[in-house]
Every structure is written in structure tokens, then in C-alpha cells.
């Protein structure tokens, strides 16, 4: 199916197929339909409020995606409830990794749907560290390890090895209540 206007009288929408603008005949749309004009719009619009962390910064789309989202839900599959679009490399843009574009470009498969802890590990903002040659965000070594998030940024920040930072143990502290 083709992206193009609502055939419908006063209606100026662009969307999927006449059959289901929700707008016009009160159908729903297929899941992932809103996920995906909300990719191209990030990438393509500049008025998009977040258009500065993805077409901004060079984040876009391959013709397979931008052109049809029947190849789009071909290869993703339906998204599933709480899930949304995630770029498996935040640096690269939303791509099959077959179509010519991606062929041209090098580009790779790179995108899945992701619940929003997953999203929220894949993000430009996070501090990633390498220990025991393994890499993981500092919230994923905090829970693996037991040691609490703040204390292994603070002894980051404060110069600490990796290495001491994600094994000394957390002093507790303790309070002194002062008896009058």
C-alpha cells in the first residue's frame, strides 16, 4: 500500500490508505504506523521538536523505510504494546541493510522495536565502561554488581580506575544522633 491522500471530502491528511485514516473513517491504523511517521518526520522535518537529535545530527532514514511501510512492518514485524522504534547504533540512522541505499552507504540492519528500559540504555548520554572485557552502561554494572549508580559515577568523576570504581565495596555510612 502507498502512502497518499485522503480521498475524502475535507480531509487534507496524508497517511496510509483511505481504508484506514482513522481521522476520516474511524479504523485503526496498523500497529506501527504512528512509529514510523514519527521516524520520518524526527528525520526529515525540521519543525519536529526533536529534529535537532536525529536530522540534525545526521540521523535519517533509507529509502526501503522512508518509502513504504509495508517494507518497514515486513521486516520488524508488528510493535509490540509498551514497545517503540530503537536504532540498535544510536550513532546510524534507521536501516534494512538490502536496499540499494544501505548497499551504497555500507549501511547495516539497525533498528528494532524496544521497551523503554532498553531505549533508555541506548542513549548518546550514557557513560559506557569497559571491565573484565566486557562494555555496559554504568546502571547495568550498578545492578550487576550491587554497587549503587551515583557512587560509581561519583568515583568516575572523581578520577577512580574502572577497575576500583566497579570493586571497592560502598562504605556505608553511619549517622550520630547527638543526645542532649
Not at 87 to 101: L, S, V
Request: aromatic share 12%.
Amino acid at each position: 500500500m502507498s502512502e497518499k491522500y485522503c480521498s475524502t471530502e475535507n480531509c487534507d491528511e496524508k497517511h496510509y490508505a483511505k481504508s484506514l485514516c482513522k481521522k476520516c473513517h474511524n479504523k485503526a491504523l496498523p500497529k506501527g504506523y504512528t512509529s514510523w511517521l514519527n521516524m520520518k518526520s524526527r528525520c526529515f522535518n525540521p519543525k519536529h521538536p526533536h529534529f535537532t537529535n536525529y536530522g540534525g545530527r545526521g540521523i535519517t532514514v533509507c529509502d526501503r523505510y522512508k518509502n513504504s511501510f509495508s517494507e518497514f512492518s515486513s521486516d520488524l514485524g508488528k510493535r509490540p504494546a509498551g514497545f517503540s522504534i530503537d536504532r540498535i547504533n544510536n550513532d546510524a540512522g534507521y536501516t534494512c541493510g538490502k536496499c540499494e541505499h544501505c548497499k551504497q552507504n555500507g549501511w547495516l540492519f539497525n533498528l528494532r522495536w524496544s521497551d523503554r528500559a532498553t531505549q533508555q540504555r541506548n542513549t548518546r548520554s550514557n557513560v559506557v565502561l569497559e571491565f573484565n572485557g566486557r562494555s555496559q552502561c554504568i546502571t547495568d554494572w550498578a545492578i550487576e554488581l550491587g554497587i549503587n549508580r551515583y557512587a560509581i559515577y561519583a568515583r568516575i568523576k572523581n578520577g577512580w580506575t574502572i577497575n576500583r570504581a566497579l570493586t571497592t565495596p560502598v562504605r556505608v555510612q553511619t549517622t550520630h544522633i547527638q543526645r542532649p
